[in-house]
């Protein structure tokens, strides 16, 4: 790089954090703007798939995220009668692959700590408006800052900046959230394996171990209970005792884990969107994160997608200077890669998420086969492992970072400034 800019990043969550890392290493001057007064992690926990924790690996920071996640080898769904509907495990893949569960809380501070500083964090700030051709931000009290030379917005699945870019083709809310926790792993029998479970498509219950995370030495397990928006007040309403009895009769064999579940409110609730952006920047604002691709949480790509923009967006930088071709560079490697998974998360999301029980009923029966036939099961396993690119190719894995995870080769060194 010779050209060193200035540069606007909005968001302080994944994408914001490693956009941050990238372009301060870079020696550019970075100021980051976050909205809550006391920034941290958002959520319970998360699948990192191997397309995220190789970029994880090109920072330098896949040991220090293997430090707090767990491996998790296999995804397992199945019904209360013990039909099996989901079983699929990285080794279909590479016998050396694997997901790394953690909490959003040890991935947050990994990223902050590997930013060690750089830039200037503007807590408390939130912006509302960006003028895209001269890089100045609005923010609520009417103050104005910059200019930049580069605006990136990662504000979000509800982003307030993602329509400054021309043109969002679709942006909704999924009529179906969520209520999450973290819960004490203890003895749970499943410590490498996502655990779901499925009555039709109106009830989705899982446990995913996700490991510790800093300050905290306890392993735990991400819960998660699929809830309509609509239905949040009823839930409440209704008290946890009467939920409890219907969570352990359709989960016995994790009794223990509910054991845990004592008050309402250690019960996050979680609400999801499904936007597509025809552009992805405009003048000097573009997009990253769930602020350029939100959708529905079913692939469990989010967080690995906003790393990967991330990176795309260092390396378009690098290659093309702060130009219009660097920017279309990054929106077409990006845009190839998310468009296949927005497809796929809206048309699975209601079989797993909805009313409609025939749906369900064909899920069940259909998609253990599906996944057996030729050709299929590999799609499957690179869709789970978010390497598959467009619909017919594949993100390519590094053979050393496929080393470096299954712990046969030496960690990335990267220099401070690249």
């Known amino acids: 790089m010779t050209e060193r800019l200035r540069i606007a990043v909005i968001g302080y969550g994944t994408a914001g954090q490693a956009v941050a890392v990238l372009f301060s290493r870079d020696d550019h001057i970075v100021d980051i703007f976050e909205r ?23 920072m330098g920071l896949l040991d220090a995220v293997r430090a707090h996640a767990t491996p998790v080898h296999r995804l397992y769904g199945d019904t209360p009668c013990g039909r099996a509907v989901m079983d699929m495990g990285y080794a279909g893949l590479d ?8 909490q959003r809380g040890a991935l947050f501070t990994v990223l902050d700590e590997a930013r060690a500083g750089a830039g200037q964090l503007h807590a408390g700030v939130t912006i509302i408006a960006v003028d895209h051709e001269r890089g100045l931000l609005h923010d609520s009290l009417g103050r ?6 580069r605006v990136v917005a990662a504000d979000g699945a509800a982003s307030a900046l993602r329509d400054g870019t021309g043109g969002t083709t679709l942006d909704r809310m999924y009529p179906w959230g969520a209520l999450w926790c973290l819960l004490p792993a203890e003895d749970w029998p499943h410590l490498q394996e996502l655990r779901q479970r499925y009555v039709a498509a109106r009830r989705m219950i899982g446990l995913l171990p996700v490991g510790t995370r800093p300050g905290d030495d306890t392993p735990r397990l991400s819960f998660f209970w699929s809830l309509p928006r609509a239905d949040f007040a009823r839930w409440e309403a209704d008290g946890l005792p009467r939920w409890l009895e219907e969570l352990h009769a359709l989960w016995p064999e994790a009794a223990g884990r509910f054991a845990h579940l004592h008050d309402a409110g250690q019960l996050a609730r979680a609400v999801y969107r499904d936007a597509v952006v025809r552009h992805w920047h405009r003048g000097r604002l573009v997009l990253a994160g769930d602020a350029a691709h939100a959708m529905s949480p ?6 690995n997608m906003a790393l990967l923009d991330a990176l795309a967006l260092r390396d378009a930088l690098r290659a093309h200077g702060n130009s219009e071709a660097a920017m279309q560079a990054y929106q077409q490697q990006r845009r190839a890669h998310v468009a296949v998974y927005q497809r796929w998360s809206r048309w699975l999301t209601p079989l ?67």
């Open 298 to 303: 079913q692939l469990g790509q989010g967080v």
């Open 36 to 58: 809550a007064p006391a920034p941290g992690p958002v959520g319970a926990g998360f699948l990192l798939q191997p397309s995220g924790l190789q970029v994880l690996w090109q």
């Open 95 to 102: 016998a050396r692959l694997c997901g790394l569960g953690m």
């Open 352 to 418: 797993f998420q909805s009313d409609r029980d025939a749906w369900a009923k064909a899920r069940d029966v259909l998609l253990g086969p599906m996944g057996r036939l030729p050709g299929g099961r590999g799609h499957m396993l690179r869709v789970l492992s978010g390497t598959q690119h467009g619909w017919f190719g594949a993100l390519p894995l590094q053979p050393d970072f496929i080393d470096a995870l299954a712990g046969r080769a030496l960690p990335r060194v990267v220099p401070a400034t690249a």
């Open 144 to 149: 104005v800052h910059g200019p930049y030379d």
